[in-house]
T-cell receptor, first 117, second 110 residues
């Protein structure tokens, strides 16, 4: 257990439905990342937050995807109008940065596995 | 274009042997490179980090090398054990985020 938790662990939904995932990082970690991983591939970067500010979004993140980190603690990732191609493992990771230094190891949660039928 | 490539074929070795996994990259200039282990249905777990000015790093039975001229990192597990069976991911740090390879699946047979 890395200390990063994600909820739910598994989600099955029908095409067209909206889903929301939650990530709780390690408490003192100020940077939070979201990744998507499909079978046989490595994690692909989606977006990241420094405290509550969303600093970068990947081109993979279509306008159906939105992420928030309202108080700089937990984060949510919402997918609207899900498509079968959204089926994947969604991973969250966190680190603590002080200026440009700090921990470089990313601590990953267990992931949320999404299946869109 | 930018690419990170790991051995695409699964690696099967006998217990006690050394496993060597390869990570090659093009068109990146990473400040450092990391290796992670991932078990089925779990998130990746950090193993080792090596910086651009380091040639080699060791931790117990693990050794990583980093050649910025060849744009390659090698990851070695000596005296391998069945418990080392997992997928191993290399990741480059660039622009504030990690860019992962596709991973290599390692199977250690008793």
């Amino acid at each position: 257990d890395t200390g990063v938790s994600q909820d739910p662990r598994h989600k099955i939904t029908k095409r067209g439905q909206n889903v929301t995932f939650r990530c709780d990082p390690i408490s003192e970690h100020n940077r939070l990342y979201w990744y998507r991983q499909t079978l046989g591939q490595g994690p692909e970067f989606l977006t990241y937050f420094q405290n509550e500010a969303q600093l970068e979004k990947s081109r993979l993140l279509s306008d159906r995807f939105s992420a928030e980190r309202p108080k700089g603690s937990f984060s949510t990732l919402e997918i609207q109008r899900t498509e079968q191609g959204d089926s994947a493992m969604y991973l969250c990771a966190s680190i603590r940065l002080i200026g440009y230094r700090g921990q470089e190891t990313q601590y990953f949660g267990p992931g949320t596995r999404l299946l869109v039928l | 274009s930018q690419k990170i490539e790991q051995n695409s074929e699964a690696l099967n070795i006998q217990e006690g042997k050394t496993a060597t996994l390869t990570c090659n990259y093009t068109n990146y200039s990473p400040a450092y490179l990391q290796w992670y282990r991932q078990d089925p249905g779990r998130g990746p777990v950090f193993l080792l980090l090596i910086r651009e000015n380091e040639k080699e790093k060791r931790k117990e039975r693990l050794k990583v090398t980093f050649d910025t001229t060849l744009k390659q990192s090698l990851f070695h597990i000596t005296a391998s054990q069945p418990a080392d069976s997992a997928t191993y991911l290399c990741a480059l740090y660039q622009g504030g985020k990690l860019i992962f390879g596709q991973g290599t699946e390692l199977s250690v047979k008793p």
